[in-house]
């Protein structure tokens, strides 16, 4: 068991800057690297695009971030978990395959699906807010479940070197690899034990960029770049663990975390030579 654990925050929305989770997995010693790029307009926008070309859907930069960033996860044993899935996570995994296999980089990716529940959606459901029928409104574009950590737990313990998902809630991307390392239960929810500010310093590491003022006039002369939290487990079986915030070769402030329950996913595997692609699909519950 690791007794620091470093999570690396390359990005905070879709368009997002390159550069900083470079510099993340280059010099930052990270063992993971969470790029979070998706949002409700985003995953709609994405949709759209899908509905255009079955083979699209996902992030439009997700190319151009594999390709400057896979041979240093591979340099450095750095994992990758994103949400840059966004409307199509498959599609997105057999773009990150296809780059790999042009690189001769073997690569293993996990994809997390559930999210999209839009086939579940009837038109003439009552909305919460009106109690009018979501018809009144138009046509629906899209409808996404936030899934959570354990939905992604699968995925970490397959050993895959990129996790890819659509719509999974922001601090569940960071909390994952920490319950993936440390074997914290998702169900021990005694109070007693946690503490719920954790969740709010996960979510900050999740906009690190706007957290350490990296989206001023002057961002670009800071090589500062991104954000970096670490875990650190106090004892065996305790499920309190120390954090802290900071830019690269900055100092930053402890908190406490604490994780929530999710439901339990289901999956299924499937191989191409050396590149190999593992699906998880999680149960998503009423």
């Known amino acids: 068991m690791r007794e620091t654990l470093r999570i690396g ?3 905070g929305f879709s368009g997002d800057r390159l550069e900083p989770a470079a510099v993340l997995a280059e010099r930052g010693r990270i063992q993971y690297l969470v790029l979070e790029c998706l949002g409700e307009r985003t995953v709609a926008l994405a949709q759209l695009r899908k509905r255009q070309d079955p083979a699209r859907g996902y992030d439009p930069l997700l190319e151009r971030r594999i390709e400057l960033l896979l041979p240093l996860l591979r340099r450095h044993g750095v994992r990758l978990i994103t949400n840059m899935g966004a409307a199509n996570p498959i599609a997105a995994a057999d773009a990150i395959i296809a780059i790999a296999r042009t690189r001769k980089t073997p690569i293993r990716v996990a ?5 999209d529940v839009l086939a579940k959606i009837e038109p003439g459901e009552l909305t919460l807010e009106t109690q009018a029928p979501i018809a009144k409104y138009g046509e629906l574009v899209s409808a996404n479940a936030y899934l959570g950590a354990a939905a992604l737990l699968p995925a970490l313990q397959s050993g895959a070197d990129i996790v890819i998902t659509g719509r999974v809630a922001d601090p569940s991307l960071f909390v994952a690899p920490m319950v993936h390392e440390y074997g914290w ?6 109070p007693g034990r946690r503490d719920l500010s954790g969740l709010a310093t996960v979510n900050a590491q999740d906009l690190g960029e706007f957290l350490i003022g990296q989206t ?3 961002h670009h002369e800071d090589p500062a770049f991104g954000v970096r ?3 650190r487990l106090l004892r065996r079986g305790d499920r309190w663990c120390r954090c802290q915030l900071q830019s690269h070769n900055r100092e930053g402030g402890d ?3 604490h994780l929530g329950h999710a439901a339990s996913p289901r999956s299924s595997m499937r191989s191409s ?9 999680s149960c998503v519950r009423p």
């Open 255 to 257: 908190v406490t975390r």
């Open 9 to 11: 925050a390359g990005a």
């Open 111 to 115: 994809v997390v699906t559930g999210d």
């Open 185 to 190: 239960q998702l169900d021990d929810v005694d």
């Open 216 to 218: 001023g006039p002057r």
């Open 229 to 231: 939290a670490w875990g």
């Open 273 to 281: 030579g050396n590149f190999r692609v593992q699906r998880f699909s």
